[in-house]
C-alpha cells in the first residue's frame, strides 16, 4: 500500500501544474492590460475583486461533495448523482453570485469610485452562472483519484486563454481580457465534463439535470455553505487590510499588493495539496489514517512554500523588481519578505487543515475559526497600520492566522479522533 505522501503527492503534482499554468496566464492578462492603460487596468482590478469572492463561494458550494463523491471511489457510478445535487446547490449560490456582479456599478458608485466598466459585470456574471451549472467535475474526477485527467482541461483551457489575452487584449482592452477568461472557462467545463463522461464507468450516463433532492443537496450544503462563508470572509477581510495599506500612501498600497500577489504564488502547492487531500483523509477509516494523510499533506505543502520562499528571501529585490522599478515601493517591500514567508506558512497550512476537516465533513470548524481569527484582524488591522505601518499590518496578518491555524489544528484533532474503526468518518456533516 502506498504512503501517504506518495499517494498525495501523486494526486497534488498535475494539479499544481494545472494552477501554475493559470497562474502565468492571469499575470499575462495583468501585463497586457498594464501596458494598455492604468484605467483598463484599475477597472478589470475593481470587477476582480467582487468577482473573486463570488467564485470562491460557488467554488465552495461545490467542494462540499468531495467527501461523499471520495467514499464512492469502488463504486464510482455512484458519484454522478452526487455532483448533480451539487450543482443545484452551485447554482443556487451562483444565481445570487451573478446578481452582485450586475450590481457592481452600483457598488463602485457608493463606494466613491468612478471607473467606466462598460459590459465587464454582464460578462462576469455570466461566468459566474456558467460555472455554477457546469462545474464540478473536475472534483469528481480528483475525488474518484483521476487528477492527471484535470490536468488535460488545465492546460488546454489555458492555452486557449494565453491566445486569446494576445489576440483580443490589444484591440479591446479589458472587455477582451474578460471574453478570453469567459471562453476559457466554457472550454475548461466543457473538457472536463467529457473528460469524466469518457471514463468506462460512466458509459451511457449523462450529466444533465434531475429533480432536485432537497435533503442530499442540505447535506452537502451543510459542508459546502461553511466553506464558501470562510472563503468569502477572508476575502472580505483581505480587502479591508488592502485600504488599510493604501491609507499609509500609494507607495506601502503597491508594496502590499506585491506582497499580496507573491503570497498567491507562494500557495499554489497548498492549494494543490488541500484538493489532493480532502478525499482520502474522507476515506480514512480510522484516526490514525486520518492524521497521517494531514500530517503528509501539511509535510508537502510547507516544504513546497518553503523552498519557494527561500528562493524569494535569497532574490530579495532582484524578485521584486519584476513587479516595480519604483525605488520608495522597493524600499516598503523588501524588510517585509521574512514576515511574508511567515504568513503564506501559516496560511497555507491552513489551507490544508481546512481541507482535512473539509475531509471529515466538519467545515463548521474552520469557519469559527476563521470568525474569530479575522474578526479579531478586523478590528485590529486599521489602527495597528496607522500606528506601525505596513511592518505593524502583516504582523497583524501573520498572528491572526497562525491563531486560525491553532485552532484548526485543535479541531482537527478532536473530530479526527471519533472516526469509528468500521465506517470511517462520520456521515452526519457538522
Same mark, same amino acid.
Given at each position: 500500500?502506498?504512503?501517504?505522501?506518495?499517494?498525495?503527492? &501523486?494526486?497534488?503534482?498535475?494539479?499544481?501544474?494545472?494552477?501554475?499554468?493559470?497562474?502565468?496566464?492571469?499575470?499575462?492578462?495583468?501585463?497586457?492590460?498594464?501596458?494598455?492603460?492604468?484605467?483598463?487596468?484599475?477597472?478589470?482590478? #475593481?470587477?476582480?475583486?467582487?468577482?473573486?469572492?463570488?467564485?470562491?463561494?460557488?467554488?465552495?458550494?461545490?467542494?462540499?461533495?468531495?467527501?461523499?463523491?471520495?467514499?464512492?471511489?469502488?463504486?464510482?457510478?455512484?458519484?454522478?448523482?452526487?455532483?448533480?445535487?451539487?450543482?443545484?446547490?452551485?447554482?443556487?449560490?451562483?444565481?445570487?453570485?451573478?446578481?452582485?456582479?450586475?450590481?457592481?456599478?452600483?457598488?463602485?458608485?457608493?463606494?466613491?469610485?468612478?471607473?467606466?466598466?462598460?459590459?465587464?459585470?454582464?460578462?462576469?456574471?455570466?461566468?459566474?452562472?456558467?460555472?455554477?451549472?457546469?462545474?464540478?467535475? &473536475?472534483?469528481?474526477?480528483?475525488?474518484?483519484?483521476?487528477? =492527471?485527467?484535470?490536468?488535460?482541461?488545465?492546460?488546454?483551457?489555458?492555452?486557449?486563454?494565453?491566445?486569446?489575452?494576445?489576440?483580443?487584449?490589444?484591440?479591446?482592452?479589458?472587455?477582451?481580457?474578460?471574453?478570453?477568461?469567459?471562453?476559457?472557462?466554457?472550454?475548461?467545463?466543457?473538457?472536463?465534463?467529457?473528460?469524466?463522461?469518457?471514463?468506462?464507468?460512466?458509459?451511457?450516463?449523462?450529466?444533465?439535470?434531475?429533480?432536485?433532492?432537497?435533503?442530499?443537496?442540505?447535506?452537502?450544503?451543510?459542508?459546502?455553505?461553511?466553506?464558501? +462563508?470562510?472563503?468569502?470572509?477572508?476575502?472580505?477581510?483581505?480587502?479591508?487590510?488592502?485600504? +488599510?495599506?493604501?491609507?499609509?500612501?500609494?507607495?506601502?498600497?503597491?508594496?502590499?499588493?506585491?506582497? +499580496?500577489?507573491?503570497?498567491?504564488?507562494?500557495? #499554489?502547492?497548498?492549494?494543490?495539496?488541500?484538493?489532493?487531500?480532502?478525499?482520502?483523509?474522507?476515506?480514512?477509516?480510522?484516526?490514525?489514517?486520518?492524521?497521517?494523510? &494531514?500530517?503528509?499533506?501539511?509535510?508537502?505543502?510547507? *516544504?513546497? *512554500?518553503?523552498?519557494?520562499?527561500?528562493?524569494?528571501?535569497?532574490?530579495?529585490?532582484?524578485?521584486?523588481?519584476?513587479?516595480?522599478?519604483?525605488?520608495?515601493?522597493?524600499?516598503?517591500?523588501?524588510?517585509?519578505?521574512?514576515?511574508?514567508?511567515?504568513?503564506?506558512?501559516?496560511?497555507?497550512?491552513?489551507?490544508?487543515?481546512?481541507?482535512?476537516?473539509?475531509?471529515?465533513?466538519?467545515?463548521?470548524?474552520?469557519?469559527?475559526?476563521?470568525?474569530?481569527?479575522?474578526?479579531?484582524?478586523?478590528?485590529?488591522? *486599521?489602527?495597528?497600520?496607522?500606528?506601525?505601518?505596513?511592518?505593524?499590518?502583516?504582523?497583524?496578518?501573520?498572528?491572526? =492566522?497562525?491563531?486560525?491555524?491553532?485552532?484548526? +489544528?485543535?479541531?482537527? *484533532?478532536?473530530?479526527?479522533?471519533?472516526?469509528?474503526?468500521?465506517?470511517?468518518?462520520?456521515?452526519?456533516?457538522?
Amino acid at each position: 500500500m502506498p504512503s501517504p505522501h506518495r499517494t498525495i503527492l &501523486n494526486a497534488a503534482f498535475p494539479l499544481f501544474l494545472s494552477m501554475s499554468a493559470g497562474i502565468i496566464a492571469q499575470l499575462l492578462g495583468t501585463s497586457l492590460l498594464g501596458h494598455q492603460g492604468t484605467a483598463q487596468l484599475a477597472a478589470f482590478a #475593481l470587477v476582480c475583486a467582487v468577482l473573486n469572492p463570488v467564485t470562491a463561494a460557488v467554488s465552495g458550494g461545490l467542494r462540499g461533495m468531495s467527501p461523499f463523491v471520495a467514499t464512492c471511489r469502488d463504486h464510482p457510478a455512484e458519484a454522478l448523482p452526487i455532483l448533480k445535487d451539487a450543482r443545484w446547490l452551485s447554482l443556487g449560490i451562483g444565481v445570487v453570485g451573478a446578481g452582485v456582479m450586475l450590481a457592481v456599478p452600483l457598488i463602485t458608485r457608493l463606494s466613491g469610485v468612478s471607473y467606466d466598466l462598460g459590459a465587464l459585470p454582464q460578462i462576469f456574471a455570466l461566468q459566474v452562472l456558467l460555472a455554477a451549472a457546469g462545474g464540478g467535475a &473536475n472534483g469528481v474526477l480528483i475525488a474518484l483519484g483521476h487528477s =492527471r485527467l484535470v490536468l488535460r482541461s488545465g492546460l488546454t483551457s489555458t492555452a486557449a486563454e494565453v491566445i486569446l489575452l494576445l489576440v483580443l487584449v490589444p484591440p479591446m482592452g479589458a472587455h477582451g481580457a474578460a471574453l478570453a477568461l469567459l471562453t476559457s472557462t466554457a472550454l475548461a467545463l466543457t473538457l472536463s465534463n467529457a473528460l469524466l463522461l469518457r471514463r468506462p464507468e460512466f458509459a451511457g450516463q449523462s450529466l444533465l439535470p434531475r429533480r432536485p433532492r432537497p435533503r442530499q443537496i442540505l447535506r452537502m450544503a451543510r459542508l459546502g455553505i461553511p466553506m464558501s +462563508a470562510s472563503v468569502v470572509l477572508k476575502f472580505a477581510v483581505m480587502g479591508g487590510a488592502t485600504y +488599510a495599506a493604501a491609507r499609509t500612501g500609494p507607495h506601502a498600497a503597491a508594496a502590499h499588493a506585491i506582497l +499580496a500577489a507573491l503570497d498567491g504564488l507562494l500557495g #499554489l502547492a497548498a492549494f494543490a495539496v488541500a484538493q489532493a487531500a480532502t478525499p482520502e483523509i474522507a476515506r480514512s477509516r480510522s484516526p490514525a489514517d486520518a492524521r497521517r494523510a &494531514n500530517r503528509a499533506a501539511l509535510a508537502i505543502a510547507s *516544504t513546497g *512554500t518553503l523552498t519557494a520562499g527561500l528562493a524569494l528571501l535569497l532574490l530579495g529585490a532582484a524578485a521584486l523588481g519584476l513587479f516595480t522599478s519604483d525605488p520608495r515601493v522597493l524600499a516598503a517591500a523588501l524588510p517585509l519578505l521574512p514576515l511574508l514567508l511567515a504568513y503564506s506558512l501559516a496560511n497555507n497550512c491552513g489551507i490544508v487543515l481546512s481541507a482535512g476537516l473539509m475531509g471529515l465533513r466538519r467545515s463548521t470548524w474552520s469557519l469559527g475559526s476563521a470568525v474569530l481569527g479575522y474578526g479579531l484582524l478586523a478590528v485590529a488591522m *486599521t489602527p495597528v497600520t496607522a500606528a506601525w505601518g505596513l511592518t505593524g499590518l502583516w504582523t497583524a496578518l501573520t498572528a491572526a =492566522r497562525a491563531l486560525i491555524l491553532a485552532v484548526q +489544528a485543535a479541531g482537527f *484533532t478532536r473530530h479526527s479522533a471519533a472516526i469509528s474503526p468500521r465506517s470511517g468518518a462520520r456521515e452526519e456533516p457538522g
